[in-house]
């Protein structure tokens, strides 16, 4: 081949594969999985010494709040530096009124976790599914979940969250004008400085059933697909990320993750906010059981998933595989 004859930009003067050797692989990696980025779901029940494992959700247990330290502290062991609590009450009603319990089980859990690992964000959901007798996200009236009463319920909670030590309140109902009923309780009550964290764009998936077993929440009356987004409706997102923006969320979450890449590529380049995205119980799952049944490396799998969800754009990542993935991280 001539000088005249050669390919400039092309093969054989462009081999991509130079950069794909041991050494130089790592060096040019574009998006990178750090224990810092994750945030780590906590199911926590009434009781003391509970550790009860989660059949459809393998690795995973409900713990009772004295319990829940002892797995926070070896979730921070392995370098995770937040978690997101979950309540199941021994007892339930209609208006949920355990939520905003000042002896609540996330309440106690907050209060333990805080005196005992100071140095751990707390995070809690914000939502009545797991302390309605229906399962419903709020109160239920006429055959339907009635917004506007459902907005005072869900303040009320948040500000008793941030009363016992929680960082980071997370509204996930989907209620309409929430944030803005959240963040005016918690600075009426002093907690300013406590964040918002909004399950903004949250759609009706079938991907929950798992979480659902976990915290006792199916709902026995109605769906929720008429508060829950389309799952066909990515555009909606947009509007509904931009409305808890302009509310006061401080940061967003698109929820579940993997089915919804696009959007949560999309909410990451229209809006300047940390953006978090939840690797959610069915995810998580069948990933799991297709590694207990020999048919993938579930860690592997685990591993791309969790990094398919960092390269669309997530600066958090919430994920019951974050001990997992976090020990993998640190050891490189």
């Known amino acids: 081949m001539t000088d005249g004859e050669k390919h400039v930009g092309s093969f054989p003067t462009v081999r991509p594969r130079r950069l ?25 029940r009434a009781g003391e010494g509970v550790r009860e494992p989660i059949s459809s959700m393998p690795g995973v247990e409900r713990f009772s709040p004295d319990t829940v330290v002892e797995e926070a502290r070896a979730a921070r062991g392995d370098g995770v530096r937040a978690v997101l609590l ?11 009124s355990r939520a ?6 996330v309440q106690r859990a907050v209060r333990s ?22 399962g419903q996200c709020g109160i239920w009236e006429d055959g339907d979940v009635d917004n506007d009463a ?4 869900l303040a009320s909670t948040a500000v008793s969250h941030a009363e016992a030590g929680a960082d980071v309140v997370a509204p996930s109902d989907m209620m309409d004008g929430r944030v803005a009923a959240v963040r005016r309780a918690l600075d009426e009550a002093g907690r300013e400085e406590t964040a918002i964290l909004s399950y903004a764009a949250k759609y009706a998936s079938s991907f929950y059933g798992p979480f659902r077993d976990a915290a006792d929440s199916a709902p026995d009356v109605g769906d929720r697909r008429g508060y829950q ?25 698109v929820k579940p993750a993997m089915p919804y890449l696009d959007v949560l590529s999309s909410v990451r380049r229209e809006f300047d906010l940390p953006t978090a995205a939840y690797h959610v119980s069915g995810e998580y799952a069948m990933i799991r059981a297709a590694g207990e049944k020999g048919w993938l490396d579930d860690a592997e799998a685990m591993h791309e998933a969790v990094l398919s969800i960092k390269r669309a754009g997530a600066d958090l990542v919430v994920t019951y595989a974050a001990r997992q993935l976090a020990r993998r991280a640190r050891a490189g």
């Not at 005196?115 to 751990?120: A, T």
């Not at 459902?150 to 319920?153: D, H, P, S």
């Not at 389309?230 to 967003?252: F, S, Y």
């Open 100 to 105: 905003d319990a000042g002896d609540g089980v």
């Open 20 to 44: 794909r050797r041991d050494g130089v692989r790592e060096l040019v990696r574009e998006t990178r999985v750090s224990p810092d980025e994750f945030v780590y779901p906590l199911f926590v």
């Open 113 to 134: 976790l805080k005196e005992e690992l100071p140095e751990l964000t707390v995070i809690t959901d914000v939502c009545l599914c797991e302390y309605t007798s229906h």
């Open 229 to 253: 987004m389309d799952p066909a409706n990515a555009r909606e997102a947009l509007r509904e990320v931009r409305l808890d923006v302009e509310e006061g969320a401080d940061m967003v979450m």
């Open 86 to 96: 979950f309540g199941i009450p021994r007892e339930k009603d209609e208006r949920g």
């Open 150 to 153: 459902t907005l005072e319920r």
